[in-house]
């Protein structure tokens, strides 16, 4: 699978759905909700996407999906996460992914491929009332810079970005193969789980010496 190609094409769809309101696209309440809008349109779609760019359509499995659209293509799931991100710097954005366990499960043990579409948008400089959408991104998640990924969160861990795909469109590694992924993904949630065992291993510490000393005194220790 030519994931180039791949997402070349799927890009291209996108930015034709779309072209009409690359310039004035309604304002929302915030981000959450314009990303909704976006995704209420491409789901209005997707099923005459698919069938011009040859994918068969496939329906999100169950509530733990990482990806909001799905098609099939050579016996293969591709997953279509869409991110809209709010290019106002003022304005905090997570990078947000999914739980490293589903992220895992999806690509190894359903040997899908997870693809990022990244919608970057402002503020219309001719009308505050509005939105314009300035890029259109689609890359595979798996190919993005190695410093891109960061884990974060006690318990299950959380896969986050560190920049966006326009930020690293120059550094992606098309051809990047699967194992060289997981070599470097692994290495960073081992480092990520021995950090939050330690964490958890003084807490319980913590909460150990607070019942020993009858309750008087209570401090986590870093």
């Known amino acids: 699978m030519d994931l180039k190609d791949l997402s070349q094409k799927i890009e291209n769809e996108l930015t034709k759905l779309f072209e009409e309101l690359r310039s004035g696209i309604s304002a929302r309440e915030d981000s959450r909700a314009f990303g909704a809008m976006i ?4 789901k209005q779609n997707w099923e005459a996407i698919c069938s011009r760019c040859g994918f068969v359509p496939v329906d999100l499995p169950g509530r733990r999906t990482i990806f909001d659209f799905g098609f099939k293509l050579e016996e293969r799931i591709v997953g279509i996460d869409v991110k809209t991100k709010d290019l106002d710097t003022t304005k905090y954005s997570d990078g947000g992914i999914c739980a490293v366990g589903n992220l895992l499960k999806f690509l190894a043990n359903d040997r899908g491929q997870f693809v990022i579409a990244e919608f970057g948008h402002t ?37 986050r970005l560190n920049y966006t795909v326009n930020q690293v469109w120059e550094e992606i590694e098309w051809d990047r193969d699967i194992n060289r992924f997981y070599d470097f993904f692994t290495d960073l949630a081992i480092q990520h789980y021995q950090r939050v065992g330690r964490d958890a291993q003084r807490r319980l510490e913590a909460i150990q010496a607070f019942r020993q000393g009858g ?8």
């Open 39 to 42: 995704e209420h349109r491409i």
């Open 123 to 159: 503020e219309s400089s001719a009308d505050s009332g509005a939105r314009d959408l300035e890029y259109i991104r689609v890359a595979p998640f798996t190919s993005l810079p190695t410093n891109a990924y960061r884990i974060e969160n006690l318990g299950t861990g959380q896969v």
């Open 215 to 222: 309750y008087a005194h209570f401090q986590f220790t870093r």
